[in-house]
C-alpha cells in the first residue's frame, strides 16, 4: 500500500518549490538536491530566518511535528526559495484538511506574492533607470 502524501506548488519571484507533506512525521523539513539524494532543511537553508519562515504555516495551525516535508526547489535565490516553500507548505495543509483554510488565509498564507522583477526598458539603464541626461 502506499503512503499517503499531500502536495503543494509554492511560487515566489522565480524560485518554484514542490511540496509534500508525509503524516507522521516528526517535523523534519528535506530538500531533494538530486533524484536520490535528499538533505536537511538546517544544511540547504542555512540561516535561521528562513528555517524559521518555513515553520509558520505549522505554527499558525498547531500541526508542528505532525508532519515531515519533502521538497524540490529551483530558481531564485534561498530567501525565495524558503519563501515558496512556506507557500507550498500552506497548500498541501489545505490539501490535508480543508477546515484550516479560515486559519491560513487570515496569517496571508494563501496569496501568492506575485512581486517579481521588472523587466529593462530599451533605451534606459534599467528597468526605470535612464541614462544621464547632458544639456551641452
Do not use: H
Amino acid at each position: 500500500m502506499a503512503e499517503i502524501r499531500y502536495y503543494g506548488t509554492g511560487k515566489r519571484k522565480t524560485a518554484i518549490a514542490r511540496v509534500w507533506l508525509i503524516p507522521n512525521g516528526e517535523g523534519k523539513i528535506f530538500v531533494r538536491v538530486s533524484k536520490k539524494k535528499e538533505i536537511p532543511a538546517e544544511e540547504y537553508f542555512n540561516r535561521l530566518t528562513l528555517l524559521k519562515i518555513m515553520q509558520q504555516p505549522f505554527d499558525v495551525t498547531g500541526t508542528n511535528g505532525r508532519f515531515n516535508v519533502l521538497c524540490t526547489v529551483k530558481g531564485g535565490g534561498k530567501s525565495a526559495q524558503a519563501d515558496a516553500v512556506k507557500y507550498g507548505i500552506a497548500k498541501a495543509l489545505l490539501a490535508f484538511n480543508p477546515e484550516l483554510r479560515q486559519t491560513l488565509k487570515k496569517a496571508g498564507f494563501l496569496t501568492r506574492d506575485a512581486r517579481i522583477k521588472e523587466r529593462k526598458k530599451y533605451g534606459q539603464r534599467g528597468a526605470r533607470a535612464r541614462y544621464q541626461w547632458s544639456k551641452r
